[in-house]
């Protein structure tokens, strides 16, 4: 609102009452109506009231809080009359206030109980050229468009524009009205120029009337969309009466029919059916064009499509299930134990066991997935698999909350729909390769799925509702425990399967390699036959691992080159001796250890254990001039030095029974050295031949030939049980070795071996060096 008023001289300095304000400000020749809460401030206006009627309206900053300090009010304010002042119920007033002049502040001279200072009137400079004429023009042009687009201007707002004489005043009107922030209204308000000032309001307007044309197309699209939804809505009402009248069906009714149906025959739990009736009574209540008719359709479908209660019948013929075991794996006897005993147990209590967990350990390639699927068919069950390598995200596991756009259950949900039943064979693959970071730990969430005690309602966050687990055998892999959480390693039978012996490896490629790769290289057994000792070569000197993934692949590289002579025309030999293989293949790869050619001073033969299977390797020992020192090469890991300290010390001690020069072990330096040089060895159990190959060369004694050992030593002696002593012997057996030295704790391990290889070696079992040496030396 402006006004033209006729008022007195104002003096140049003046001191009057001083009223702040953090939210609004007044401006010269404008009638302002402000609400007065605080009584002091209402007191400075009754102070000028009684005088003049004259006071100071200042901005000020900091106006988020409602303490200030002198520091917070701004330097320039206007001068202005109070018109009239209304005292309200609450105790608040209303004053109508008529802009004068902007003054600058002198000095503040009172603080208590309201605020006066002391001011200098500003004098507006006259501004009448045809630059401030046109700049004029333009800001009302704009204003006008302003007025138009805005829902909350009116047109008398630009009338009182319109009366404006200079351009001070219009932009000190224009000013009043924009949505301003209290800093950019007291910039404005500072600039004395009146066309500079009104540059600068042109500026502001002009960004709020882009702001209100955006506002405007924004509200246009909204109401459009509106329209349309509700055009659409109406159209299908009518349609849906007209359908009712020609007693046609409604699509949509259709549906919403075939959902309840497939609620009530799924068999779901009590909870289950009421979440699912709930969702579907929402759904029917939600237009069809809205998104969240979707969210609901999906979430209702995914719980009429899990299996609630379909189940397959176990095959509880434990002969039956014993050859389906026994037809795609060799070997494996204690897992195939430990299934048939599940079997035999819960055909012995009608369905009443719970399902094992089993944690299949093994190297890559030994057969723990291919067991899995030999197991569900073994058992007359359906089998899945979800591999876990790379996991990282809980909801992987748990799923996630219907909030999410595009939410989904876990993948222990979504594969127990693809499975189509409650009792599956679940495999979860690499479970020691899952991860953890900010999104959480899968390893923590599994540890409910894998519990028996839990997994009757196991909570995915999708679903909301329990979902019965326990029926499921779920079957982990992994290929070392120690990245497997303590907790969910607990949870599990850990069944380790070792790697493959080359027998049983000859035995895997004969009965189900070859056979597999002549089908899939379109050959006949009359084209391409293996013999058993081709197969033992490429064992022995083309692959090295556990597995026999590497085994089946050589084989295939053979079938390819044969298919390819066949393809030519050209004549291909229907039989692969050992001396062909190279042919094939080239050169080999690996080699395998062998006992010693003769008997030897200093060198004793040891058997070592590796993933892929065991080796003989030799321990030599040299004794040369020097101060007593101890040399050991050979990659020789922390626990291995220790072993060759011990048996050091234990020979040092050993040195009087054996007549041995006192005071030559000061005078001579011991070398202990194993081949290879590049492989990298450790463990204790080389002890004992590190031990046999140092008194051989401190006695001038040689080691026969035939021998091997193994075992851990202590300072006194004693020969104590190891590990992997099938591994070992097997190794031994393939060496050549006759004679195989162990502690007589691992006599009971020997009943793994195979009965040729415990027919063609004597086993020896010893307690103490003594033993050993009286075996090994001449």
């Not at 692969?576 to 293989?581: D, E, F, G, K, L």
Request: glycine letters at 6%; charged letters at 25%.
């Amino acid at each position: 609102m402006t006004t033209k008023v006729e008022a007195k001289a104002i003096p140049k300095v003046v001191e009057l009452p001083l009223l702040p304000r953090r939210d609004s400000l007044v401006y010269p020749r404008l009638m302002t109506q402000m609400l007065v809460v605080r009584p002091a401030f209402q007191s400075a206006i009754e102070e000028a009231v009684a005088g003049d009627r004259r006071i100071l309206v200042v901005g000020r900053a900091n106006a988020q809080s409602r303490d200030f300090t002198i520091q917070d009010i701004y330097p320039i304010g206007t001068l202005a009359v109070v018109g009239r002042m209304l005292k309200l119920p609450d105790g608040s007033a209303t004053v109508w206030l008529q802009g004068e002049s902007r003054v600058r502040i002198l000095e503040v001279t009172q603080t208590e109980p309201w605020h006066r200072a002391r001011v200098e009137v500003l004098e507006e400079p006259v501004a009448d050229s045809l630059h401030a004429q046109a700049t004029m023009r333009s800001v009302l042009a704009m204003f006008e468009k302003c007025v138009q687009l805005s829902p909350t201007l009116s047109w008398d707002v630009y009338v009182g524009a319109m009366s404006a004489e200079t351009p001070g005043w219009l932009a000190d009107i224009v000013c009043s009205t924009l949505n301003l922030e209290m800093p950019e209204r007291q910039k404005l308000m500072e600039v004395l120029d009146p066309v500079e000032r009104l540059s600068a309001v042109s500026q502001q307007l002009a960004r709020e009337v882009e702001l209100l044309e955006l506002q405007n197309q924004i509200d246009s699209q909204v109401r459009e969309t509106m329209d349309k939804s509700q055009r659409e809505y109406v159209l299908r009402e009518q349609m849906r009466a007209i359908q009712r009248e020609l007693h046609e069906i409604d699509p949509q009714a259709q549906d919403l029919e075939n959902l309840r149906s497939k609620i009530e025959a799924s068999g779901m739990p009590e909870e289950a059916a009421k979440k699912a009736n709930e969702e579907l009574q929402r759904l029917e209540r939600t237009p069809p064009a809205s998104p969240e008719s979707g969210v609901i359709r999906g979430y209702v479908e995914w719980l009429t499509e899990l299996p609630w209660t379909t189940r397959t019948d176990d095959n509880l013929d434990i002969s039956q299930a014993a050859r389906l075991l026994d037809k795609h794996h060799y070997g494996l006897k204690k897992v195939k134990e430990r299934i048939l005993e599940y079997l035999a147990v819960r055909k012995l209590s009608e369905g009443k066991l719970r399902s094992p967990i089993l944690c299949f350990v093994g190297a890559p390639g030994v057969g723990k997935t291919s067991l899995g699927r030999s197991i569900a068919e073994a058992m007359g069950r359906r089998f899945i698999r979800v591999s876990l390598g790379g996991i990282r995200d809980e909801a992987e596991i748990r799923g996630h909350r219907r909030t999410y756009v595009g939410a989904m259950p876990g993948r222990i949900i979504q594969t127990m729909r693809r499975a189509g039943t409650v009792n599956p064979v679940f495999m979860l693959d690499e479970i020691d390769k899952v991860g953890t970071d900010f999104r959480g730990d899968p390893s923590s969430a599994l540890l409910e799925v894998l519990d028996p005690e839990q997994n009757h309602s196991f909570s995915d966050h999708y679903l909301e509702v329990p979902y019965n687990l326990s029926q499921v055998m779920f079957i982990t892999t992994a290929n070392i425990l120690d990245p497997v959480l303590p907790a969910l390693r607990d949870r599990m039978e850990v069944i380790e399967l070792p790697g493959y012996t080359e027998d049983e490896k000859l035995e895997i490629a004969l009965r189900f390699l070859a056979p597999k790769q002549l089908e899939e290289h379109a050959l006949k057994v009359e084209q391409l036959h293996f013999s058993p000792n081709a197969i033992r070569r490429i064992i022995r000197e083309y692959t090295r691992e556990a597995g026999v993934r590497n085994l089946e692949r050589e084989i295939g590289t053979i079938c390819r080159k044969v298919a390819r002579k066949i393809a030519e025309g050209k004549n291909a030999s229907a039989l692969v001796v050992p001396q062909s293989v190279q042919k094939h293949l080239g050169a080999p790869r690996f080699s395998w250890g062998a006992a010693e050619e003769q008997d030897e001073i200093g060198v004793a033969t040891g058997v070592a254990y590796t993933p892929t299977g065991g080796d003989v390797l030799s321990v030599e020992v040299a004794l040369l001039k020097g101060r007593g020192n101890l040399l050991l090469t050979g990659q020789l890991g922390d626990v291995m030095k220790e072993s060759a300290q011990a048996a050091v010390s234990y020979c040092r001690a050993m040195s009087e029974a054996w007549s041995l020069k006192e005071g030559g072990f000061g005078r001579q330096d011991i070398h202990i050295h194993i081949p290879a040089g590049a492989t990298p060895k450790d463990g204790p159990s080389a002890g004992a031949a590190l031990t046999t190959a140092l008194a051989s060369a401190l006695t001038r004694k040689p080691v026969r030939k035939e021998v091997a050992m193994t075992g851990e030593i202590t300072l006194r002696g004693k020969v104590l049980p190891v590990g992997g002593i099938k591994e070992k012997v097997l190794a031994a057996h393939r060496a050549g070795i006759k004679v195989f030295v162990l502690p007589t704790d691992n006599r009971k391990d020997v009943a793994d071996i195979p009965a040729n290889v415990r027919r063609d070696i004597q086993f020896i079992y010893v307690k103490d060096m003594d033993s050993v040496l009286q075996v090994a030396l001449r």
